[in-house]
C-alpha cells in the first residue's frame, strides 16, 4: 500500500540553524500540507501547495518557513533560522482527489527538536 | 471561524466495553468530516471519513461515526474495545476552501483498563 515517507524521523538543531524536514507523497497525489503538533497540543496546518505554489499558509507560516517540490517526488519544509518554539512534531500529508474530499495521507512525522 | 471540539480530553474504558468519543464542529457549509488515530510516536492513520450520503459510515479497525447535522456532531462509536485501541484520537474537518486544508480538534486520548 503506497504510503507517505518522511525524513529524518527526529532532528536535533540548535536556535537559529536552518533545518530542512522532507517528505516523499504518495506518486500521483497533487496536494500536499505540511503540519505540525506541539508537544500535547493539537495538529495546527502550515500550508498547502499544489502545482508548484502554496496554496494557502496560516499564520505560523512565517518568513522563517519555506516549500518547495524540488523534484517530480519530494517535498520539503525549511525553517531559516530555528527557534526554540519551532521544537514539535512536522507532518507531511497529501491528497490525490479532491473530488473524495481532499482526505489526506500522513507520513510518519519527523520530531524537531531546537535546543 | 471554523473550529472542532473534543470535549473529552481523557476517556477511560474497559477492555470489551463499547465506546462514544464526542466530536462537535462549527463551519457554514457541509463538512467533510475525519477521525484520525495516532498511537504514541506515531503518525496519523486514518480511521474513516464523511463526504456525503448515508450519515453513518464505517470505517477500519471496527469503528464507525454517524453524522449529526443538527447537533453539528460526528461521534466516533465501537460497540467493543481493544486493548490495542489505546491512542489518541483526532476528529478533523476539512474545509471547501482553496486548499482542503484539515482543521483538528484538540484530541481525546482513550485508556483501555483491562
Known amino acids: 500500500e503506497p504510503e507517505v515517507t518522511q525524513t529524518p524521523s527526529h532532528q536535533v538543531t540548535q536556535m537559529g540553524q536552518e533545518v530542512i524536514l522532507r517528505c516523499v507523497p504518495i506518486s500521483n497525489h497533487l496536494y500536499f500540507y505540511w503540519y505540525r503538533q506541539i508537544l500535547g497540543q493539537k495538529v495546527e496546518f502550515l500550508v498547502s501547495f499544489y502545482n508548484n505554489e502554496i496554496s494557502e499558509k496560516s499564520e505560523i507560516f512565517d518568513d522563517q518557513f519555506s516549500v518547495e517540490r524540488p523534484d517530480g517526488s519530494n517535498f520539503t519544509l525549511k525553517i531559516r533560522s530555528t527557534k526554540l518554539e519551532d521544537s514539535a512534531m512536522y507532518f507531511c500529508a497529501s491528497s490525490g482527489d479532491r473530488g473524495t474530499g481532499g482526505e489526506q495521507y500522513f507520513g510518519p512525522g519527523t520530531r524537531l527538536t531546537v535546543t | 471561524a471554523q473550529s472542532v471540539t473534543q470535549p473529552d480530553i481523557h476517556i477511560t474504558v474497559s477492555e470489551g466495553a463499547s465506546l462514544e468519543l464526542r466530536c462537535n464542529y462549527s463551519?457554514?457549509?457541509?463538512?467533510?468530516l475525519f477521525w484520525y488515530v495516532q498511537s504514541p510516536g506515531q503518525g496519523l492513520q486514518l480511521l474513516l471519513k464523511y463526504f456525503s450520503g448515508d450519515t453513518l459510515v464505517q470505517g477500519i479497525k471496527g469503528f464507525e461515526a454517524e453524522f449529526k447535522r443538527s447537533q453539528s456532531s460526528f461521534n466516533l462509536r465501537k460497540p467493543s474495545v481493544h486493548w490495542s485501541d489505546a491512542a489518541e484520537y483526532f476528529c478533523?474537518?476539512?474545509?471547501?476552501?482553496?486548499?482542503?486544508?484539515?482543521?483538528f480538534g484538540s484530541g481525546t486520548r482513550l485508556l483501555v483498563r483491562p
Open positions: 463551519y457554514g457549509a457541509t463538512p467533510y
Open positions: 478533523a474537518v476539512g474545509l471547501m476552501d482553496s486548499s482542503y486544508k484539515l482543521i
